[in-house]
């Protein structure tokens, strides 16, 4: 079992950056597939990027590719969202999620919410035009 704690959310104007962190604790993130999800007011949760260890399986939403990147630093068993040319739309409260522990080898994540056992407490993001 894992726990997941989000932060690094915060107000920007549109066109700035911000990097969103998930700390992870009570296991390794690389037994799980993760994912980063955000929901805006009256909007179903979305699936933004998921993968399993930084695999070649990753998915990315098409809202935000070329613009989201992930990294992680395994030391910290942290993982990060580096969120670039910022929009209105992209206001939202964002979530770090995991499933798992997975024994496949390099398994495809879902993008669906429901897949997801394990949420962080989520972190906001408001961006100004």
């Known amino acids: 079992q894992v726990q997941l704690v989000e932060s690094g959310g915060g107000s920007v104007q549109a066109g700035g950056s911000l990097r969103l962190s998930c700390g992870v604790s009570?296991?390794?993130?690389?037994?799980?597939?993760m994912g980063w999800f955000r929901q805006a007011p009256g909007k179903e949760r979305e699936g933004l990027v998921t993968?399993?260890?930084?695999?070649?399986?990753?998915y990315v939403a098409d809202s935000v590719k070329g613009r989201f990147t992930l990294s992680r630093d395994n030391a910290k068993n942290t993982l990060y969202l580096q969120m670039n040319s910022l929009k209105p739309e992209d206001t939202a409260v964002y979530y770090c999620?995991?499933?798992?522990?997975?024994?496949?080898?390099?398994?495809?994540?879902?993008?669906?919410?429901?897949?997801?056992?394990?949420w962080g407490q989520g972190t906001q993001v408001t961006v100004s035009s």
């Open positions: 999620a995991a499933q798992g522990p997975l024994t496949l080898h390099n398994p495809y994540c879902p993008s669906g919410r429901s897949a997801y056992t394990y």
């Open positions: 993968f399993y260890d930084f695999g070649e399986r990753t």
């Open positions: 009570g296991d390794t993130y690389r037994r799980y597939c």
